[in-house]
């Protein structure tokens, strides 16, 4: 895939944040090649986020090479983009919840996983996982999908791309302590569904694998 020639910003500071995730959002003092490169090894973690989140992941494949094609044109224009990953995963997460509010508008998420839970979990898991495993995985997801839309993406954002609360409030164009406050009603959800040991021991490992 070919990546969008992504502008430096003129900025030559650097701040690494503290998360995994903060820590890509370097730009401001990257080079082009060296943007593309971390977008290059972004995409699939970007794609994985988008498929936590709508279910169906040619859909989020779709998704993120729209947004990284609108990147390239806005590069083209001469305009800037600071945190590419950040804007990239903003504009991929409108499209796929454009594109379902058109097409699955009466399909919930978790009737979606269900019918899905048989499918593709090496793609989410990797090699390797044992049969409990992948029935573990198979709750956690399911349970996510039972969350509030916000919450959902506030808890794939959290666990899945290590996001601090103040990178969540941006992706999502909320208050942080809006972000805050849906992380912790979620948290909860997810704990009534899957105990409140899972919720860290199991959920982080599962979603983050």
């Known amino acids: 895939m070919r990546l969008p020639p992504f502008l430096p910003a003129t900025s030559t500071h650097v701040r690494v944040g503290a998360s995994t995730y903060g820590r890509r959002e370097r730009a401001a ?25 709508s279910g169906n992941r040619a859909a989020a494949e779709d998704a993120v090479q729209e947004a990284l ?13 600071a945190a590419p990953s950040a804007w990239v995963m903003t504009v991929a997460m409108n499209l796929i919840r454009s594109r379902f509010r058109r097409i699955l508008a009466e399909r919930r998420a978790h009737e979606r996983l269900r019918d899905r839970s048989g499918q593709d979990h090496s793609s989410y898991l990797g090699s390797g996982r ?27 954002l959290r666990y899945y791309l290590g996001m601090e609360v103040r990178e969540i409030a941006t992706v999502l164009g909320i208050a942080e302590g809006t972000a805050k406050t849906t992380l912790h ?7 009534r569904a899957l105990g409140e040991s899972r919720v860290d021991e199991e959920a982080t490992d599962i979603v983050t694998s």
């Open 29 to 53: 003092a990257l080079d082009e090649q060296e943007i593309r490169d971390f977008l290059a090894a972004d995409y699939r973690r970007l794609v994985g986020a988008l498929t936590l989140l």
């Open 69 to 81: 094609a609108r990147a390239w044109e806005r590069s083209e224009r001469g305009q800037r983009i």
């Open 185 to 191: 009603r979620a948290r909860r959800a997810l704990a």
């Open 130 to 156: 044992s049969p409990s495993a992948v029935g573990d995985a198979i709750d956690v997801r399911r349970a996510l999908a039972a969350l509030p839309r916000r919450q959902r993406e506030a808890t794939v």
